[in-house]
């Protein structure tokens, strides 16, 4: 019988062999690859149904089937620190970029967004908002951070219950993680749709217009994800990063890659955390967490896109502001959504710094909607990856 670790494998082979066919089929046979997009967009809604349900029952059943230790808080305070440390540093590296490769654009005039946060405080509002949700909006909106609390209450709640109580949640989180394996073994199907769609919309030259910008994004990423990220793993682990790196990127990274959302990867995520050997109570409510508030693609994506809005408008940027603006890209990517193109509506947020009008900035996120194809595929590749690579980080550490 084959052990976890090689069916795995498999599954990235087959993984693999879905991209190339849907490269192919995308390519060479466009009239096929519109049908086809329907295993994409099943694939994409099976793990979006499930992951709301997975998250509040595998923190409720946590909870409450575990007795705290000082470790664990020390563990849960370690990965939060990282989360937020990781996050500003991907808004300082894309003001950096963003000032050494400075870029202009040439802004549309329709096509824009129509709505998107007015100020800090309403993200922050919003934010609260989200935590107090009615816990049956929360699992029907995919209110990550309302179905987080309510797990963490229930589960609170239940550490006092009877063994059968806690029994009962233990065989329902089961039960979910089987339907999850179902469908993460469907990855290879649905990822095929998402890529022959995708390559027969906008081809391999869709981009060129925003090669440079489209650059200092994904030259930011890239940078965080192989440097910066693995020389916070090594400060936390004392380890080499790069296996642990190599890993999260391979294996989460590359569906979130095709998926373009963080909520809809946390079953993958959780697979690679199990696969890992990382501990549950741990990993089955900083997985779901990450997916709200570990959002390094997004601060460089709202912090680039804005600075390109700066650029064109022929704005200063003094030192100061750009400290502002990396604090303000934070909050902003912790209060972005974990779906597809969750961070461009904060761009009018941080161009609002700078006096830009609403007019403009929305001219911005729609360029930022022409290029989101490859933009949000790579920003959720990375904040998805970086959530179980966090995790593990703390995971060994204390281990």
């Keep these: 019988m084959q052990n976890k670790g090689t069916i795995w494998n498999n599954l990235i082979f087959q993984i693999s062999i879905g991209i190339i066919l849907g490269v192919v089929v ?8 519109g049908p086809i ?23 409720a059943s946590a909870i409450a089937n575990h007795k705290s ?14 989360y937020l440390l990781g996050t500003f540093s991907a808004a300082v590296t894309a003001i950096v970029a963003s000032f050494l490769f400075p870029v202009t654009l040439t802004l549309p ?3 824009v967004a129509t709505a998107a946060p007015q100020g800090v405080v309403e993200v922050l509002k919003d934010l609260l908002f989200k935590l107090f949700d009615n816990p049956v909006n929360a699992l029907l909106e995919a209110n990550y951070i309302g179905i987080l609390l309510w797990g963490i209450a229930l589960g609170l709640t239940l550490i006092r219950s009877s063994d059968t ?6 065989d329902l989180s089961d039960s979910i993680s089987s339907i999850i394996k179902v469908v993460i073994r469907l990855a290879p199907i649905g990822i095929f749709g998402l890529v022959a769609a995708t390559i027969s919309t906008t ?6 217009e925003y090669g440079k910008l489209l650059a200092v994004l994904l030259g930011s990423m890239a940078f965080i994800a192989f440097l910066v990220n693995p020389i916070i793993v090594f400060l936390t682990t004392r380890q080499n990063p790069y296996p642990l790196v190599f890993t999260c990127l391979r294996e989460s990274g590359l569906t979130a890659f095709f998926t373009r959302s963080s909520a809809a990867n946390i079953p993958v995520n959780m697979a690679l955390a199990k696969k890992l050997n990382l501990k549950e109570d741990i990993y089955s409510v900083t997985i779901p967490l990450g997916a709200t508030i570990n959002m390094a693609g997004a601060a ?6 804005t600075l390109a809005a700066v650029n064109t408008m022929g704005i200063e940027v003094d030192m100061v502001t750009a400290i502002i603006l990396s604090i303000v890209a934070t909050l902003s990517a912790c209060g972005a959504s974990g779906v597809a193109g969750g961070s461009l509506l904060l761009i009018p947020l941080a161009c609002g710094l700078f006096g830009i009008n609403d007019e403009i900035a929305f001219q911005v996120v729609a360029v930022g909607y022409i290029i989101s194809v490859i933009q949000d595929s790579a920003e959720t590749a990375l904040n998805s990856s970086t959530d179980v690579l ?4 703390i995971d060994k550490r204390h281990s």
Excluded: C, H, M, W
């Excluded at 230790?69 to 990282?82: A, C, D």
């Excluded at 460089?300 to 896109?305: A, D, F, G, Q, S």
């Design 165 to 170: 109580t806690k029994a009962v949640f233990s």
């Design 37 to 59: 997009s329907i295993l994409g967009e099943l694939f994409v809604r099976a793990l979006k149904s499930v992951a709301p349900v997975l998250v509040f029952i595998l923190v």
């Design 109 to 111: 005039t329709d096509g």
């Design 390 to 393: 966090f995790t593990a980080a």
């Design 26 to 33: 995308g390519r060479y046979l466009p009239d096929v690859a």
């Design 203 to 208: 081809g391999f030259k869709a981009f060129a």
């Design 69 to 82: 230790t000082g470790e664990q808080t020390k563990s849960f305070r370690g990965i939060i620190i990282l």
């Design 300 to 305: 460089i994506t709202i912090t680039v896109l």
